[in-house]
């Protein structure tokens, strides 16, 4: 009998591996992280790109995978059939609902449109109190620099208070970030991690 996982965390990204290898690297560093720990990855429940990637990385490394896929993507032959649990769900709302409800934290790694939605949806659930769950922003490659300094533009202009922007980890370091969620969302003391790293 596979034991349960010692905690799970959502990661978004993207379907698509881009255009640096770095972002591929990373997403690895990411699944064989979470895995190593014996936690579980929460994700899309696809097959492609960095996706695929952090996924099987995960499996690799020992780690479970929780894909919540909609009935389209998976006509579509997008599927990861190794997932541990595959949850086959009508459409987008039940998928994104199903993935928070699956994690104890949530990471954004490097993706395009459903990435930065899925992204703002949970992080606005944590600002209006419908969760108390981390998330973290990993800003691989500069690539989230830009975001980062329009939301500090959103806090300058008055739209965005400095506790909501607090509700966000950024950061560029997968070994500083990761940590840092899992801790965030109750699971070990720093010392506890440190001795599994």
């Given at each position: 009998m596979t034991p349960s996982p010692t905690f799970s965390l959502c990661v978004y990204c993207g379907s698509r591996p881009g255009n640096d290898v770095?972002?591929?690297?990373?997403?690895?560093?990411?699944?064989?992280?979470?895995?190593?720990?014996?936690?579980?990855?929460?994700?899309?429940?696809?097959?492609?790109?960095?996706?695929?990637?952090?996924?099987?990385?995960t499996l690799e490394a020992g780690g479970t995978m929780?894909?919540?896929?909609?009935?389209?993507?998976?006509?579509?032959?997008?599927?990861?059939?190794?997932?541990?649990?595959l949850h086959v769900v009508a459409n987008m709302h039940e998928r994104k609902a199903l993935m928070a409800?699956?994690?104890?934290?949530?990471?954004?790694?490097?993706?395009?449109?459903?990435?930065?939605?899925?992204?703002?949806?949970?992080?606005?659930w944590r600002q209006l109190g419908y969760h108390q769950k981390p998330i973290g922003l990993l800003n691989v490659a500069g690539y989230y620099d830009g975001l980062v300094q329009f939301l500090e533009h959103t806090v300058n202009a008055g739209f965005v208070g400095p506790w909501q922007m607090d509700l966000l980890h950024v950061g560029s370091?997968?070994?500083?970030?990761?940590?840092?969620?899992?801790?965030?969302?109750?699971?070990?003391?720093?010392?506890?991690?440190r001795e599994r790293l």
């Open positions: 770095l972002f591929t690297d990373v997403a690895t560093q990411v699944g064989h992280w979470i895995g190593e720990r014996g936690g579980a990855l929460v994700y899309g429940g696809g097959n492609n790109g960095l996706m695929g990637t952090v996924a099987h990385a929780v894909g919540v896929i909609p009935q389209a993507l998976v006509d579509k032959e997008c599927a990861n059939h190794a997932c541990t649990e409800e699956r994690a104890d934290a949530f990471l954004a790694l490097p993706g395009g449109i459903g990435t930065f939605e899925e992204l703002f949806e949970v992080w606005a370091d997968a070994t500083r970030l990761l940590p840092q969620l899992v801790q965030a969302g109750g699971f070990g003391s720093a010392e506890g991690l």
